[in-house]
């Protein structure tokens, strides 16, 4: 996989005066099923998240509230993307490492997944996953 898949979705938009709408249909917005949502809150200042890839997951990455960088690396090349608009999601596919920090205060990070929870689907070890990641390209 490489960097240029990895791309700011604009998910739909109903404007309402009494609040807006978006919504994010799996398979239909995004490339794929979703099968787990989390989120991540509260995070104190200073702090990282992330510090990971995944060999099969897909994500979408969504700024629900404040904002944060998402700093990608698919072992040949690196990114940062600003996330901060609630109805624009980051979709990352598998075999991208990926840390995201400089949350502002309240911020809320949901993520929509392809998969549930399986830890042998993570390289939580940057240098094997370059490794993985080079020999997969070649």
Known sequence: MNLNKCNVIDLPRINDPRGNL?????????????????????????????????????????????????????????????????????????????????FSSGAVCMVLASERYDELDYYRDYEQFIIDAQRNTK
């Open 22 to 102: 978006t919504f994010v249909e799996g398979s239909q917005h995004i490339p794929f099923d979703i099968h787990r949502v989390y989120y991540l809150y509260d995070v104190p200042g200073g702090a990282e998240r992330g510090g990971h890839a995944h060999k099969d997951l897909h994500q979408l990455i969504i700024a629900m509230s404040g904002s944060f960088d998402i700093h990608l690396d698919d072992g040949h090349t690196k990114k940062t993307v600003h996330l901060n608009r609630s109805y624009q999601g980051l979709y990352v596919c598998p075999m991208i490492w990926r840390d995201i920090d400089n």
